[in-house]
């Protein structure tokens, strides 16, 4: 659902971009990402299925520049303008994409989950 029409990519292999998903949104659970180190990061199944999403999105932004709006949020995002007649980047496009994406697939359990991870690797911070 995610996919179709929140982003309205219409992809052939709808099984991979799920599988990617996954693989990228258990990856905010992952001690992998709490360290940050980068070059073992880029090399991580995560990071390639984000590359992966990110690529499709990619796609789906070159599409619609050519082709014209239709009805994804996507679009919207790409074409809309505020008051001053200014748009969103297209990293800005893709970054609340993949934003929407996380929203929509992650569970209130699972970032509960993670805020008290966090609470308790910084203690200071609940203060």
């Given at each position: 659902i995610v996919q179709r029409q929140l982003l309205g990519l219409n992809l052939p292999n709808v099984?991979?971009?799920?599988?990617?998903?996954?693989?990228?949104?258990?990856?905010?659970f992952s001690i992998l990402t709490l360290i940050n180190i980068p070059w073992l990061v880029t090399?991580?199944?995560?990071?390639k299925a984000k590359v992966y999403i990110e690529t499709q999105l990619e796609a789906k932004i070159d599409s619609l520049l050519k082709h014209g709006p239709d009805d994804s949020i996507i679009s919207n995002m790409l074409f809309a303008t505020d008051e001053n007649a200014t748009k969103l980047t297209r990293e800005q496009v893709i970054?609340?994409?993949?934003?929407?994406?996380?929203?929509?697939a992650?569970?209130?359990?699972?970032?509960?989950?993670?805020?008290?991870?966090?609470?308790?690797?910084?203690?200071?911070?609940?203060?």
């Open positions: 099984d991979a971009f799920r599988e990617k998903l996954k693989i990228w949104t258990k990856a905010f090399r991580s199944a995560p990071y970054e609340n994409s993949l934003l929407l994406v996380l929203a929509g992650e569970t209130s359990a699972g970032t509960l989950t993670l805020a008290m991870l966090l609470l308790g690797l910084h203690p200071n911070k609940y203060h």
